[in-house]
């Protein structure tokens, strides 16, 4: 509003003063077309002023504190915490589960089975295939043929116990002389060549055997 008032004000003071001195001279009275370009001129000249910004004004306070955000856990009866809850799979809606296990960085899966013989039990599905080891008695860089994911992990069964391996990133897949494999009996001595994937053991996160039914909070 300030700055229209400035040009119309300007553009009158110009124009009366283009008359007035018109009126005394009487000669080299402007054109309407002359008049018209003076007062865009002055319109494009306030157009174009640039403000110089001040300082920066104090910091206002702080907000308050927002709600902290919720996950959900998965458990078993017994309570125990089998990490976040990543998916519970549409297809199977209360059987099968997959956590997140933030300290380990592991993604695990977990299942509600019932047979005639056990009836309702939780299981630790096996995702992986036979683990083998650079050297004897199971010791070593430890390696499988079946190829995993990033965070991802998985249950052998060996000797009525459960191992958990995940798996280590790397960009080349290269084969591997390996000298030992877990099998379900235990460690078995034997030698050979195959398609490697790098896993790491690490310790299980819970308390077999798991009791059901698992349960979401």
Known sequence: MKKSLLVGATVLFTVFGIFSFAGAQAVNVPTLGQ????????RNAVANIQLTPGPQG????QGPQGIPGQQLHL???NNQDLG???NSDPDYVGRKFTSYLSQEEIFLKFEHQYSNSL????NLPPSGGSVKYSQLNCQGQAFTSFPGYVRGAFFVNSNGAHHLFKYIYVS????ASTLSELA???CVNSANTDTSYPIQEVPLPFTEPLVYPLHIQ
């Open 119 to 122: 009836g309702f039990s939780v």
């Open 75 to 77: 458990y078993d009866a």
């Open 35 to 42: 008049i018209w370009s003076a007062i865009l001129q002055l």
């Open 58 to 61: 104090v910091a206002g306070p």
């Open 184 to 186: 379900p009996s235990g």
């Open 84 to 86: 976040v809850l990543v």
């Open 172 to 175: 080349n897949v290269s084969y």
